[in-house]
């Protein structure tokens, strides 16, 4: 049984809340509520090292405040917010954001940051548009009034980010065409490019493990996390959710790995209560390609998830490459296709702006944010 301290005890009103704001709403994805617990146990080896600390305003708002002592962002001390969920209320906002700011404070963060659930390597960000769309599993997903409220109470936006989908793949696989043939003709003989499926990735996962933490360390708000944590949140219940005929894996020329691309379907409407209406409750840890793939209606949407490519590589064009031979190898088995989550000043990202500014109409944009928030001026206050 998982050992708890009374900062980390999630009560039973900190799940029976988003069912009270989601109820009825046929988009939204349920929590795992077993996860959850698991990950606020001090058996998670986050907790070595950070603490957190669990807000909960009766059944109308919740918060969790995380703070990583050795965690610095532009020179700054800094904790975060996550599992943020609140009925529209200013005051109950108010209440909360006070008590986790003074929390924050007392452990010596002198800025904020979020939403972010632990780590970049979870959820986090807050979708500022499209509400009516149904998420995909591990987007952002949120009720309209959240970033008002959130603004309201001195939250700025850091970043923001976009999802791209494109709904007209032959139309686009058209126009990457020429840029295509180009690319693979430069790297011919370079770097060898095979399919990545579970059984590939759970084989290197050991290797993964270095080369993810040093691809993305770079990433704002990055947080290492142990090999424990990495092999939990991508190990077998990850990958057996991604496509294996468009994820690759690239190796040079020397075997090793030099690129990798995860693509995984659009799963959400199998997990979502509108999907769920007619079957039994499906988690999200339990999809899997070979089992769910054949279960998804048409337009069938492809994620563009993750990508990774080693920094010696970097400027050999492989994003671009990958990104062509996936819309490319989609053909069969989609018909829509999206970019998944990128931050708005991402290189990667110069291909969508690209095609957009070449006439391509047939994206649909998603936008969220990462937001933050000074603690200095608080400080300077209670000082005077």
Same mark, same amino acid.
């Given at each position: 049984m998982?050992?708890?301290?009374?900062?980390?005890?999630?009560?039973?009103?900190?799940?029976?809340?988003?069912?009270?704001?989601?109820q009825?709403?046929?988009?939204?994805?349920?929590?795992?509520?077993?996860?959850?617990r698991?990950?606020?146990?001090?058996?998670?080896? +986050?907790?070595?090292?950070?603490?957190?600390?669990?807000?909960?305003?009766?059944?109308?708002?919740? %918060?969790?405040?995380?703070?990583?002592?050795? %965690?610095? &962002?532009?020179?700054?001390?800094?904790? +975060?917010?996550?599992?943020?969920?609140?009925?529209?209320?200013?005051?109950?906002?108010?209440?909360?954001?006070s008590?986790?700011?003074?929390?924050?404070k007392?452990?010596?963060?002198?800025?904020?940051?979020?939403?972010?659930?632990?780590?970049?390597?979870?959820?986090?960000?807050?979708?500022?548009?499209?509400?009516?769309?149904?998420?995909?599993?591990?987007?952002?997903y949120?009720?309209?009034? +959240?970033?008002?409220?959130?603004?309201?109470?001195?939250?700025?936006?850091?970043y923001?980010? %976009?999802?791209?989908?494109?709904?007209?793949?032959?139309?686009?696989?058209?126009?990457?065409?020429?840029?295509?043939?180009?690319?693979?003709?430069?790297?011919?003989?370079?770097?060898?490019?095979?399919?990545?499926?579970?059984?590939?990735?759970?084989?290197?996962?050991?290797?993964?493990?270095?080369?993810?933490?040093?691809?993305?360390?770079?990433?704002?708000?990055?947080?290492?996390?142990?090999?424990?944590?990495?092999?939990?949140?991508?190990?077998?219940?990850?990958?057996?959710?991604?496509?294996?005929?468009?994820?690759?894996?690239?190796?040079?020329?020397?075997?090793?790995?030099?690129?990798?691309?995860?693509?995984?379907p659009?799963?959400?409407?199998?997990?979502?209560?509108?999907?769920?209406?007619?079957?039994?409750? %499906?988690?999200?840890?339990? &999809?899997s390609?070979d089992?769910? +793939?054949?279960?998804?209606?048409?337009?069938?949407?492809?994620?563009?998830?993750?990508?990774?490519?080693?920094?010696?590589?970097?400027?050999?064009?492989?994003?671009?490459?990958?990104?062509?031979?996936?819309?490319?190898a989609?053909?069969?088995?989609?018909?829509?296709?999206?970019?998944?989550?990128?931050?708005?000043?991402?290189?990667?990202?110069?291909?969508?702006?690209?095609?957009?500014?070449?006439g391509?109409?047939?994206?649909?944009?998603?936008?969220?944010?990462?937001?933050?928030?000074?603690?200095?001026? &608080?400080?300077? &206050?209670?000082?005077?």
């Amino acid at each position: 049984m998982s050992k708890l301290i009374d900062d980390l005890y999630l009560p039973e009103s900190f799940f029976q809340l988003t069912k009270k704001i989601y109820q009825g709403d046929p988009n939204w994805i349920p929590e795992n509520e077993e996860k959850i617990r698991n990950q606020f146990s001090i058996e998670n080896s +986050y907790f070595d090292r950070s603490t957190a600390k669990v807000f909960v305003h009766n059944k109308e708002a919740r %918060l969790v405040g995380f703070y990583n002592p050795e %965690l610095s &962002i532009e020179d700054e001390s800094v904790a +975060y917010f996550g599992f943020w969920e609140t009925v529209n209320d200013a005051a109950i906002a108010s209440l909360l954001f006070s008590q986790f700011e003074q929390w924050a404070k007392e452990q010596g963060a002198s800025r904020v940051y979020g939403p972010i659930n632990f780590s970049t390597y979870q959820n986090n960000r807050l979708r500022i548009d499209a509400f009516e769309q149904a998420p995909f599993i591990d987007e952002p997903y949120n009720p309209s009034y +959240y970033p008002e409220l959130l603004t309201g109470q001195g939250y700025d936006i850091k970043y923001k980010y %976009l999802t791209g989908i494109n709904q007209n793949l032959p139309n686009l696989v058209e126009q990457l065409a020429p840029s295509f043939e180009m690319m693979k003709k430069k790297l011919d003989g370079v770097f060898h490019f095979e399919p990545l499926n579970e059984k590939v990735w759970l084989e290197n996962l050991e290797k993964l493990y270095p080369l993810v933490d040093s691809i993305f360390s770079e990433n704002f708000a990055y947080t290492p996390i142990s090999w424990e944590n990495f092999k939990a949140q991508c190990g077998e219940s990850f990958a057996k959710k991604m496509c294996p005929k468009t994820s690759m894996l690239v190796r040079d020329n020397d075997g090793e790995i030099a690129a990798f691309f995860i693509t995984y379907p659009d799963y959400g409407s199998l997990v979502n209560q509108g999907g769920q209406q007619e079957g039994e409750l %499906l988690n999200s840890t339990d &999809i899997s390609f070979d089992q769910h +793939y054949p279960l998804l209606q048409q337009p069938r949407l492809l994620l563009a998830k993750t990508t990774g490519i080693a920094h010696k590589y970097r400027a050999y064009g492989l994003f671009p490459l990958m990104i062509m031979k996936i819309s490319s190898a989609a053909q069969t088995d989609y018909e829509h296709m999206a970019g998944a989550m990128g931050r708005e000043d991402n290189p990667s990202l110069s291909i969508y702006y690209k095609l957009v500014a070449d006439g391509n109409k047939d994206f649909v944009p998603r936008n969220y944010a990462l937001y933050t928030k000074s603690l200095i001026d &608080i400080a300077g &206050i209670e000082e005077q």
